[in-house]
């Protein structure tokens, strides 16, 4: 498994490559739609890629935590986490590696 990293840039230029538009274009379009995923996030919606996956916001409450240096309790506040839930056809992709392309 290779160690690299994909990148907006990266994402610019499949674009440019596949649909055709000018580099600056494909830029732009990238992030267009990273900006209307964000957002919607943002606002607590859930954002559904078909084939992909699905991006929640879940409320985490407040608990105890524990630091696994001293064993110390701490509390940890209440938070708005990021999770994300592959679906299985992106499962399946990600199982067979390179078999499938």
């Known amino acids: 498994m290779g160690n690299s990293t994909l990148t907006r840039q990266d994402l610019a230029e499949a ?3 596949e649909v055709g538009l000018s580099r600056n274009e494909s830029a732009q379009l990238v992030e267009s739609v990273l900006q209307h995923i964000s957002d919607a996030l943002v606002r607590g919606e859930t954002v559904k890629i078909s084939s992909f ?3 929640t916001v879940r409320q985490k ?8 240096k001293t064993g110390v309790e701490v509390p940890i506040s ?7 839930r ?7 992709r990600v199982a067979e590696g390179n078999r499938g392309r």
């Open 53 to 55: 996956g699905t991006f």
């Open 86 to 92: 592959p679906s299985h056809l992106m499962k399946e």
């Open 78 to 84: 209440p938070r708005r986490v990021l999770s994300f």
């Open 61 to 68: 409450g407040q608990r105890i935590g524990r630091n696994p």
């Open 15 to 17: 674009v440019f490559r």
